[in-house]
Nanobody, 125 residues
Framework: QVQLVESGGGLVQAGGSLRLSCAAS????????MGWFRQAPGKEREFVAA????????YYADSVKGRFTISRDNAKNTVYLQMNSLKPEDTAVYYC??????????????????WGQGTQVTVSS
């Protein structure tokens, strides 16, 4: 089992930045690829970014490429999502997830076994 807890969400103006964190406990964190997803009101959950187990490979949705950066610190059992140049359309609940697959090319939610409870990000215009 892996338990995931997100933090760092909040309210920010358009053009601003936030850094989300996801702390993991339980089984060996470094064995899992990690991903971030988001769900806006009335919309389906969508992929945001993923990182391989080693941190050597990352993968982004086109909508956030160049603005968001995913990283991980295996010594701290934590994955991060640095979000810059935020837009109102980035408003959503953001979830981190853990996948037993080690690659970063994981954009489908069924590829992930464990999920956090989510943290709200609201971007005002």
């Amino acid at each position: 089992q892996v338990q995931l807890v997100e933090s760092g969400g909040g309210l920010v103006q358009a053009g601003g930045s936030l850094r989300l964190s996801c702390a993991a406990s339980g089984r060996t964190f470094s064995s899992y690829a990690m991903g971030w997803f988001r769900q806006a009101p009335g919309k389906e959950r969508e992929f945001v970014a993923a990182i391989s187990w080693s941190g050597g490979s990352t993968y982004y949705a086109d909508s956030v490429k160049g603005r968001f950066t995913i990283s991980r610190d295996n010594a701290k059992n934590t994955v991060y999502l640095q979000m810059n140049s935020l837009k109102p359309e980035d408003t959503a609940v953001y979830y981190c997830a853990a996948s037993p697959w080690r690659t970063s090319q994981l954009a489908e939610d069924y590829e992930y076994d464990y999920w956090g409870q989510g943290t709200q990000v609201t971007v005002s215009s």
